[in-house]
């Protein structure tokens, strides 16, 4: 059994910052590799950012690159998003994921958090 819960998020003006944080629950944690998806009303659900189980390799969408700092914790159990720069076009429902297989967390991963809201005003 994987869970993962999410915490952060909110309502920030562009140019501000925000941290999103997500813990997973599962027996052997340090396996998984983490990621960030994103979904704005009346869109499809996109790759944010991702980072391998032993942090060391990171990826990030286009769109976020040089903003956007993912990081993670395997003492902890949890992983970060660092949300510098934003714009109102980074409004979104957050989700965090994990997969043990890194081509798939970046595009169909095994387990979702709950998500959570961020809102970026103008």
């Known amino acids: 059994q994987v869970q993962l819960i999410e915490s952060g998020g909110g309502l920030v003006q562009a140019g501000g910052s925000l941290r999103l944080s997500c813990a997973i629950s599962a027996r052997t944690t340090s396996i998984y590799h983490m990621g960030w998806f994103r979904q704005a009303p009346g869109k499809e659900r996109e790759f944010v950012a991702a980072?391998?189980?032993?942090?060391?390799?990171?990826y990030y969408a286009d769109s976020v690159k040089g903003r956007f700092t993912i990081s993670r914790d395997n003492h902890k159990n949890t992983w970060a998003l660092q949300m510098n720069g934003l714009k109102p076009d980074d409004s979104a429902v957050y989700y965090c994921a994990a997969s043990t297989n890194w081509g798939q967390i970046r595009s169909t991963p095994a387990y979702w958090g709950q998500g959570t809201q961020v809102t970026v005003s103008s």
């Open positions: 980072i391998d189980w032993s942090g060391g390799q990171t």
